[in-house]
């Protein structure tokens, strides 16, 4: 089954713990993205990747780091977590970047991280 | 930037009944996308329009795109009980070029049984 697989799915942290949510997806897609869903701001993208080792930010992506060694792969990194960071992130593929031609994205069922 | 922006905010009807949510964009693209999010899960792909497509189907959604209005309609018909979720369009930042997906805040549709 064609999914995008996150973990954890739930998280409570306190500032300053480095922590990491993995994003893994069986599709063999090109393209992959970061969001963060925050009530009254909608999805705002993090960071994404174009291929392996191609990554760049969103729109929001400070606090955060990204790495693409797999194409598979792309986990998303806080390295030093605070309460503004706490929010409902999602992890999403397709074929290729969004353009000319777009494809659809999949995404994750999301994970909600609370940093205390 | 580019960012689709959703009308109305928030939509309450009666099972049976069409649902018709808005969008409108602000450059220009060559296609568009409608996605649904069930309460806090993952967005759902529904369809995507070209911008050589005025319209298309799929199943109980209808999907206008007007490229001279940069805007686009998802209209439900017949709704369900299950079709209670936000609606988010979603089209490409970059315009016509490489770009990436951009999401508003969304309709959410409430179907009352």
């Known amino acids: 089954e064609a999914q995008v697989t996150q973990n954890p799915r739930y998280l409570i942290t306190v500032t300053g713990k480095k922590l990491t949510v993995t994003c893994s997806q069986n599709?063999?897609?090109?393209?992959m993205s970061w969001y963060r869903q925050d009530p009254g701001l909608g999805l705002r993208q993090i960071y994404y990747?174009?291929?392996?080792?191609?990554?760049d930010k969103g729109d929001v992506p400070e606090g955060y780091k990204v790495s693409r060694k797999e194409k598979r792969n792309f986990p998303l990194i806080l390295e030093s977590p605070s309460p503004n960071q706490t929010s409902l992130y999602f992890c999403?593929?397709?074929?290729?970047?969004?353009?000319?031609?777009?494809?659809?994205?999949?995404f994750g069922p999301g994970t909600r991280l609370t940093v205390t | 930037s580019q960012q689709g922006e959703e009308d109305p905010q928030a939509l309450s009807i009666q099972e049976g009944e069409n649902a018709t949510m808005n969008c409108s964009y602000k450059?220009?693209?060559?296609?568009l996308q409608w996605y649904r999010q069930n309460s806090g899960r993952g967005l759902v792909h529904l369809i995507l329009?070209?911008?050589?497509?005025r319209e298309k189907h799929s199943g109980r959604l209808r999907v206008t795109l007007d490229t001279s209005k940069k805007s686009s309609s998802l209209l439900i018909t017949a709704s369900r009980a299950a079709d209670t979720a936000s609606y988010f369009c979603?089209?490409?930042?970059?315009?016509?070029?490489?770009?990436?997906?951009?999401f508003g805040q969304g309709t959410i549709l409430t179907v009352h049984p």
């Open positions: 999403a593929s397709s074929l290729s970047s969004p353009g000319q031609t777009s494809y659809e994205q999949y």
């Open positions: 599709m063999n897609h090109e393209y």
């Open positions: 990747s174009m291929n392996v080792e191609v990554t």
């Open positions: 450059t220009s693209i060559n296609n």
């Open positions: 329009i070209r911008s050589n497509e």
């Open positions: 979603a089209p490409p930042s970059g315009g016509t070029s490489y770009g990436k997906l951009t």
